[in-house]
């Protein structure tokens, strides 16, 4: 029976700021130049607010999007501006970090389980960006593009052929209700975490939180319905 992680890119592999200042800043730089500073100082200032209190946004490229439309700045110049700052990703100018400690947990999971990545990320500098994670050789399929909520399904569905899957990601919505819905378990990492406890298998601030309930998952012959004490898990299955 093979185990299947599937992970999410931003927010749960790739942690820091870079990539969302990139943004900021690309998007800032399309606007006429009497505007830029006040722009960006702006869009900074949503990264920082999403950082301080999670209600209003989705993530922290939602606040930015939000704080971006509210300035008059529509969706065409957002999408010019993202994908822009994607060019960018894992230089000096959109640095990543990942999880303390993840490759050696990846390393550590049992031969049955395959990593895969679903992301609603463009596949530009993703090689790279894994690569400056030294994660690179051990996530297996990557999907990205995905237009995610729907576009994990296939994926999860797939894996549930194979044995359970475990669904990781920052976002309940695109990440992980696809996933509970067939039938899937899901791991709820980052600002968000702790909105969705009673809804999601484990949840922890960080994916270097959850380590400990992902390797029980990893060795089980079921879908967890309880993980480590100190790990916040719903105690019952939400399909």
């Given at each position: 029976m093979t185990h299947t992680i599937v992970f999410d890119f931003d927010g749960t592999l790739a942690l820091g700021l870079g990539p969302l200042k990139a943004y900021a800043r690309c998007v800032s730089e399309l606007v006429e130049a009497s505007r830029r500073d006040s722009v960006e100082a702006a869009l900074d200032a949503a990264i920082v607010e999403f950082s301080r209190s999670t209600e209003r946004y989705r993530d922290a490229y939602d606040a930015v999007r939000q704080a971006s439309l509210a300035l008059g700045i529509d969706d065409e110049l957002l999408s010019r501006g993202y994908m822009a700052s994607r060019e960018l990703l894992a230089t000096e100018a959109a640095p990543v970090i990942s999880p303390t400690g993840l490759r050696g947990f990846l390393e550590s999971l049992p031969s049955?389980?395959?990593?895969?990545?679903?992301?609603?990320?463009?596949?530009?500098?993703?090689t790279e960006a894994l690569r400056a994670l030294d994660?690179?050789?051990?996530?297996?399929?990557r999907v990205c593009s995905a237009r995610k909520p729907a576009g994990i399904e296939a994926v999860v569905r797939d894996a549930l052929r194979l044995g359970p899957v475990l669904s990781v990601g920052d976002i309940y919505e695109f990440d992980l209700a696809p996933a509970l819905e067939l039938g899937a378990d899901a791991a709820l990492v980052g600002d968000t975490s702790g909105r969705y406890t009673d809804r999601v298998t484990m949840a922890g601030a960080t994916l270097a939180d959850l380590y400990p309930a992902i390797s029980s998952w990893a060795t089980s012959t079921t879908a967890l319905t309880h993980v480590p004490t100190g790990t916040r898990t719903n105690n019952e299955r939400h399909n």
């Open positions: 049955h389980v395959t990593v895969t990545m679903v992301t609603n990320a463009p596949d530009i500098r993703i994660v690179g050789d051990l996530i297996g399929a």
